[in-house]
């Protein structure tokens, strides 16, 4: 099982970096507990989405606000039914044009084969430690 949750995991990345929403959801568990930092350094809040609904509301409030988002992990770790990426974020406003780049990781724990329960964090550092990890 471990091998298909890192499978999903990247296919997941995949779909986010297209903004396919309905790609994305498939690797998604229906009750599907999102907790995203990303709109913190824009001056927004940490959210939490919950279920389909909820993930395809916030990340069409973040893919409005954003000409190009795109992950890039440089480290996925299986831990079995919990999967840990650490790598980088870039970013460009839609409007303004500014291009943000940072550090960012991410901690799914999975089951069976789909993501129930996803944190990102802005330091990779912070997911590490969320997975019970150091570097």
């Not at 809040?45 to 509301?57: K, L, P, Y």
């Amino acid at each position: 099982m471990s091998e298909e949750n890192v499978e999903a995991f990247n296919r997941g990345t995949d779909a986010y970096n297209r903004r396919d929403f309905d790609a994305l959801l498939r690797e998604l568990d229906p009750e599907v507990e999102w907790h995203s930092a990303l709109l913190i350094p824009f001056g927004g809040e940490a959210t939490v989405s919950r279920g389909h609904n909820g993930v395809r509301e916030v990340l069409g409030e973040v893919y409005e606000a954003l000409a190009e988002i795109h992950l890039e992990y440089s480290e996925i770790r299986d831990l079995g039914d919990r999967i840990v990426g650490t790598g980088r974020i870039r970013t460009r406003g839609k409007q303004s044009g500014a291009v943000t780049e940072m550090a960012f990781g991410t901690v799914s724990d999975m089951r069976n084969g789909k993501a129930i329960r996803i944190w990102t964090y802005l330091d990779p550092q912070e997911a590490l430690e969320a997975a019970g990890l150091s570097e």
